[in-house]
T-cell receptor, first 114, second 109 residues
């Protein structure tokens, strides 16, 4: 089954404790991206990756890091989480750069930072 | 700031009627437009995309694009209770995609 898998789905952590949200896709997609969704603000892009070893900032990259060492994986790293990073996070992928809007989304990861 | 604007709703439509969802965008460089449906507590799901001016139909859904007016719409015919969801409009140019904040649609029996 074609899918984008995120883990963990739910996480409560404390300020400053580093965490990683993993994302993996099994569709051999080149393009992957991370979004956060907050009430009234919609989906905002954090980082995206056109291909292995190619990453770039989205609209709200502050406080986040990413890496793309393998085509299928695109983890999101919060080095020192803060309460304003409490949000619902989605990883998504698409076939390639010419189809960046035709996204397959993971199920989401709800993060609470205390 | 490049934006995609949507009325947040809720938009209430009787079952069997036509639901009309609208979206405007500010970036004239946007080439492609997308409609995603998001059920409460779920992830967004792509339901329609449109690249050219005019109408595109897929079953009960019709997407309309007017690049001169920077306007995108989604029509849902014969609305069903299962269409109750939040609909996200998005526009993309190059590698960037910008989402609107979504319109909440409620289909009343």
């Amino acid at each position: 089954e074609a899918q984008v898998t995120q883990n963990p789905r739910y996480l409560i952590t404390v300020t400053g404790k580093k965490l990683t949200v993993t994302c993996s896709q099994n569709m051999n997609h080149e393009y992957m991206s991370w979004y956060r969704q907050d009430p009234g603000l919609g989906l905002r892009q954090i980082y995206y990756s056109m291909n292995v070893e190619v990453t770039d900032k989205g609209d709200v990259p502050e406080g986040y890091k990413v890496s793309r060492k393998e085509k299928r994986n695109f983890p999101l790293i919060l080095e020192s989480p803060s309460p304003n990073q409490t949000s619902l996070y989605f990883c998504a992928s698409s076939v390639d750069r010419s189809n960046t809007g035709e996204l397959f989304f993971g199920e989401g990861s709800r993060l609470t930072v205390l | 700031q490049k934006e995609v604007e949507q009325n947040s709703g809720p938009l209430s439509v009787p079952e069997g009627a036509i639901a009309s969802l609208n979206c405007t965008y500010s970036d004239r460089g946007s080439q492609s437009f997308f409609w995603y449906r998001q059920y409460s507590g779920k992830s967004p799901e792509l339901i329609m995309f449109i690249y050219s001016n005019g109408d595109k139909e897929d079953g009960r859904f019709t997407a309309q694009l007017n690049k001169a007016s920077q306007y995108v719409s989604l029509l849902i015919r014969d609305s069903q209770p299962s269409d109750s969801a939040t609909y996200l409009c998005a526009g993309s140019s190059a590698s960037k995609i910008i989402f609107g904040s979504g319109t909440r649609l409620s289909i009343r029996p």
